[in-house]
């Protein structure tokens, strides 16, 4: 009896157990339906941002296209950080001081900034002298390796800040490198380091504001695209200019032409022409004119004679007290003979 109520009991539990099993399969499927329909979903929304991306991105470039002044201001410049060993490695800094003199350093320092034929290509050769200077005034002032890298990082960023753009912006570069410099002055890490000495800090911010800042324009004309502004006005409620017909605008030609030749042939006429006699009461006014002018240049002229006069007889009188022999007065010679 035992054996059957067991037996049955564990058959009632089986069956339970696989009705359960097949209630959660069912669920399972629900649920994997229901993934699938949201995966599609997201994948359909991820095609429609990407094509509404895609599609903003080609009406911006459309809109850039049409206007040309859109890429013409700069984007605004990067935050000031620590820049030692950004451009210029250990090991590119050991190899740059292997080198002996300035046309080793060049070729050292070509490879290193990626620069392509100095002699052919201008910018290049414009670049390659700007660091090899800088290079040499940091062996001049007896920078260490992480200093020298620094200063040509910094240097490296204030030209890409000069030319991102054809406009003039010294102040905002000039302010830029004053504090990426305070950077490399005072110690508040993360933001600040103390790599520079003031007199070091000092030394160069005079370097780079008498090489580099004093040429800023030049550097700037060199790197950037010319720009021209070109200006057309329309004005409001006028009517544009009406299109004459090709016959009626050499017909029009014709007659300024003739108009012209006209003209001309009577300023000849009137040239040739004896002059008009003029009115009595001109003729009376420029004879008072001459005659008052007359006037006052004979008392010019005696003055200047009466003037030359006096002078001369001035001169005459020192000439003859120069001339006589110098007397003793009559009580100092009767003293001397006693």
């Known amino acids: ?166 406009l003039g912006n010294v102040e905002e570069c000039y302010r830029y490198f004053t504090n990426v410099l305070f950077c490399h002055g005072v110690r508040r890490p993360p933001f600040s380091i103390d790599l520079f000495k003031e007199e070091q800090l000092l030394a160069l911010e005079d370097y780079v504001v008498n090489t580099y800042f004093r040429h800023f324009k030049l550097y700037k004309y060199v790197f950037t695209p010319q720009v021209r502004l070109d200006l057309s006005l329309t004005y409001m409620g006028l009517q544009p200019p009406k299109l004459w017909p090709e016959s009626e605008m050499e017909k029009e030609e014709s007659k300024e032409v003739e108009e012209q030749a006209v003209t001309l042939q009577e300023k000849e006429l009137e040239t040739v022409a004896p002059p008009e006699p003029e009115p009595s009461h001109i003729h009376v006014l420029r004879a008072y004119i001459k005659t008052q002018v007359n006037k006052e240049l004979e008392q010019l002229q005696r003055l200047v004679e009466e003037r030359l006069k006096a002078s001369e007889e001035r001169l005459s009188s020192k000439l003859t007290a120069l001339e006589q022999p110098f007397q003793l007065p009559p009580g100092k010679s009767k003293s001397k003979t006693k």
Request: some cysteine; overall charge neutral.
């Open 1 to 166: 009896m035992l054996n059957r109520k067991t037996s049955h009991f564990l058959g009632m539990r089986v069956q339970s157990e696989l009705e359960h099993l097949s209630e959660l399969r069912r669920e399972a499927g629900k649920d994997r339906s229901s993934v699938r329909g949201l995966a599609a979903r997201t994948r359909a929304s991820v095609r429609t941002q990407s094509t509404t991306t895609t599609a903003a991105a080609a009406a911006a470039a459309a809109k850039a296209d049409e206007d040309p002044g859109a890429n013409l201001f700069p984007p605004p410049l990067p935050r000031p950080r620590i820049c030692m060993w950004k451009y210029l490695d250990i090991h590119s800094m050991h190899q740059l001081e292997k080198t002996t003199n300035a046309e080793e350093m060049r070729e050292v320092l070509a490879e290193l900034l990626e620069l392509g034929c100095p002699e052919q290509n201008l910018r290049d050769a414009i670049t390659l002298d700007l660091f090899c200077h800088a290079l040499i005034f940091c062996r001049q002032q007896g920078f260490s390796l992480e200093q020298t890298s620094a200063a040509c990082a910094l240097l490296q960023d204030l030209h890409k800040a000069c030319i991102a753009t054809p």
